[in-house]
């Protein structure tokens, strides 16, 4: 190879670097929970900052809600969804305040 194809050869790779450094580290991703049987399921999800959780109410029209002290609640609903996109890293638990003992978890990685 010439000086001038090596030195063409290195100008296509730093361009092809550049391109890679300016995409965006990671897609956001949404990830459901379903209300069902008044539970979560599933109870407990795992995520990247900037990434979505979507409640799917699907339990025969009974009424829940999702709250929690960290992030805003849903409210009273029998149907549809609801979601949150979550920015910062830590544990967010929340509950259902109609059922006892129906709770779940958002865990978002550092
Ligand atoms: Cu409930």
């Given at each position: 190879?010439?000086?001038?194809?090596?030195t063409g050869l290195a100008a296509l790779l730093a361009a092809a670097l550049a391109v890679a450094l300016?995409?965006?580290a990671a897609q956001a991703a949404t990830r459901t929970v379903t209300l069902k049987n008044?539970?979560?399921?599933p109870k407990k999800v795992t995520i990247g900052k900037g990434d979505r959780v979507v409640w799917r109410w699907r339990d025969s029209g009974i009424i829940h809600n999702v709250?929690?002290?960290?992030?805003r609640g849903s409210g009273n609903r029998s149907g549809g969804s609801y979601g949150?996109?979550?920015r910062?890293?830590?544990t967010y638990s929340y509950r259902c305040t109609l059922h006892p003992g129906m709770n779940g978890t958002v865990v978002v990685r550092r």
């Open positions: 190879m010439t000086t001038r194809g090596i300016a995409a965006p008044i539970a979560f399921n709250t929690s002290s960290r992030f949150v996109t979550f910062s890293a830590g």
